[in-house]
């Protein structure tokens, strides 16, 4: 079991998954800026969230579920929880399509990592609902995508621990869709950025936002 303050959102794997400096950025400089896509992913939670359990042909669903896993150090807030037979199946809501990256995957992982630890079983698959498509994407929860998620964990510690922000690595296919493309300046020479007092704030910071 791991101490309280290693406790790690869940946000920050998916963060860390699309990329390191992204989540150091938000989670240990605290900048954040709303462009886009995080606008449209942030307006289809506001609709999906608090709404009352209910029950459908059998299954009951259960909304914005608070999470915690004391064994893998980590927590967060499921959109929805859907209890099949007394076993949760996640189900997490995405604006846009299916993503070449696995980011949505380790989030709904580490989601059921804490589901598992929860209800004492174990979970083999959940759901991603992406807004664009309106199709549920079913995700098997196999050893792979387990290990991907418990590897960005034990990134993201050793990242803190290092008190090093991790250097940016221009790829459009991310930078240009990233929200913190301004601040984090990737394109600039290492000398050119100002994000230097990281380093200060990352060990003097209490805790970080989800
Ligand atoms: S702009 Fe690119 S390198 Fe910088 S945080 Fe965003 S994704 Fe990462």
Known sequence: MLNPSEEIPISALQHWIYCPRQYALIHIEQLW??????????????????????????IRILRSVQLRSSRHGIYGVADVVELHGGIPFPVEYKRGSPKAHRADEVQLCAQALCLEEMFGCTISEGALFYGKTRRRLIVALDDTLRHLTLDAAAGIRACKASGQLPEPKYVPSLCNRCSLIEPCQPRLPHSARNVSHWFARAVTSPGTPE
């Open 33 to 58: 800026a709303e462009n886009r896509y995080t606008a449209e992913g942030r307006l289809l939670h506001e609709r999906t969230d608090g709404g009352l359990a209910e029950s459908r042909q059998g």
